[in-house]
């Protein structure tokens, strides 16, 4: 089990950015998938970004490829989500998720993560 606490996430103007973090407790943090996920009101819960345990590969939605980056210091146990260019339709509850056993075909399915943030709101003015 690891413990995530997600922050960072406010107001911001469209084509302004944001940086996510998320500090993890618990077990060895270095073994664990990571990864991020949004859900907007009303609507499903998607794939952002995440970045594996091993080689520390980087996988990303096409909605924002180009503006995110994911990145992990394994030192301070702490996931960040780099946001440029923000659009207002990135407006979303941000969750970071994490899982030891996340195969590299699951990456971006959210039944594949068992751990959770409470999440943190980046809302984007337009």
């Known amino acids: 089990q690891v413990q995530l606490v997600e922050s960072g996430g406010g107001l911001v103007q469209t084509g302004g950015s944001v940086r996510l973090s998320c500090s993890a407790s618990g077990r060895a943090f270095t073994t664990y998938t990571v990864g991020w996920f949004r859900q907007a009101p009303g609507k499903e819960r998607e794939f952002v970004a995440a970045i594996r345990a091993s080689g520390g590969h980087t996988y990303y939605a096409d909605s924002v490829k180009g503006r995110f980056t994911v990145s992990r210091d394994s030192a301070k146990s702490t996931l960040y989500l780099n946001m440029n260019s923000l659009k207002p339709e990135d407006t979303a509850v941000y969750y970071c998720?994490?899982?030891?056993?996340?195969?590299?075909?699951?990456?971006?399915?959210?039944?594949?993560?068992?751990?959770w943030g409470q999440g943190t709101q980046v809302t984007v003015s337009s």
């Open positions: 998720a994490a899982d030891s056993s996340v195969i590299l075909s699951n990456v971006r399915r959210s039944a594949a993560y068992k751990n």
